[in-house]
């Protein structure tokens, strides 16, 4: 594993390693849009492992390829070339009906727009994971999860009868669930005030070191960042730095340091 704090790296090299606890590896990854010679990579010869049971946070300045990252490491879109392994996964060899399987029952996602189904109570939106995966739904599992984070006695309602932080922490629950290899979150704050904000990632937060959920998540906010153990970011589709046990100063810095060298 890579000791320092912040470094620079080639083209190609891993950034933050843990070869033993390994939830998510990315090798060589490149992602172009469109075709031909002119075809923008929006991730470009990105290989990177994030460990199981961390929080990692995804930054770097707009249109740098946060969410192409994400939706690559998640399986929500395919790269033009190279790897992505999730939980021993190479999810390249999966057809896309065993890959929705996979994203089903093996990954969650929290969405900045919350991403909640209107027509369905509280309760029936977390089960949404297990029903549509053919599992029961066990009581015990579905109290505990809303007890943990903090919905008991909203189970009966409507999306719309909740505020925006009662929201995410729905589509938190429905993402624990399953209790996935790992909980992908982009922008899981946009769209709060800082006070929710603060109350998701101390939820967040939570679900790594309580439950031993692996969290990797987009963001623009260096104070959301400061929660999370390690920050990656990148620049121009690269992964060019690592930033572990991030201060809301350091990443600000870097940040800064990356908008100009643009
Ligand atoms: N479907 C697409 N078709 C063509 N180009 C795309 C597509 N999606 C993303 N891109 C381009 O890929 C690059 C990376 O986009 P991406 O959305 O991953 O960046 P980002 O860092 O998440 O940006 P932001 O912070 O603004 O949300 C950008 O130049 C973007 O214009």
Redesign the pocket.
């Known amino acids: 594993m890579l000791g320092a704090r912040s470094r620079n790296k080639p083209p190609g090299a891993p950034i933050g390693v843990d070869p033993s606890r390994t939830a998510v590896r990315l090798t060589r990854v490149t992602k172009r849009?469109?075709r031909g010679p002119d075809a923008?990579a929006?991730?470009d010869d990105v290989s990177t492992s994030i460990a199981a049971g961390g929080f990692t946070a995804v930054m770097?300045?707009?249109?740098?390829?946060?969410?192409?990252?994400l939706?690559c490491a998640a399986g929500l879109d395919r790269p033009t070339s190279g790897t992505v392994q999730l939980g021993g996964q190479v999810l390249g060899e999966l057809d896309e009906k065993r890959l929705t399987r996979f994203r089903r029952t093996r990954v969650g996602f929290v969405f900045q727009a919350f991403n909640l189904l209107p027509s369905l109570t509280v309760e029936q939106n977390i089960t949404l994971p297990l029903r549509l995966a053919g599992a029961g739904t066990d009581h015990d599992s579905v109290h505990g999860v809303t007890a943990a984070v903090g919905l008991t006695g909203l189970l009966d309602r409507r999306p719309s009868q909740l505020s925006g932080g009662q929201q995410q922490r729905v589509a938190i629950a429905r993402a624990l669930i399953t209790r996935p290899e790992v909980i992908f979150a982009d922008e899981p704050t946009g769209a709060l005030d800082p006070d929710t904000a603060d109350g998701i990632l101390t939820l967040l937060r939570r679900a790594v070191t309580d439950l031993h959920q692996t969290v990797v998540m987009?963001t623009?906010d260096p104070v959301a960042a400061q929660r999370t153990d390690q920050v990656l970011f990148?620049a121009e589709?690269r992964l060019v730095r690592r930033v572990e046990s991030p201060s809301a100063a350091e990443v600000t810095s870097v940040m800064t340091e990356l908008r100009r060298s643009r």
């Open positions: 849009y469109g923008a929006a991730l770097g300045p707009s249109g740098s390829g946060k969410s192409t990252f939706h987009v623009h990148l589709g």
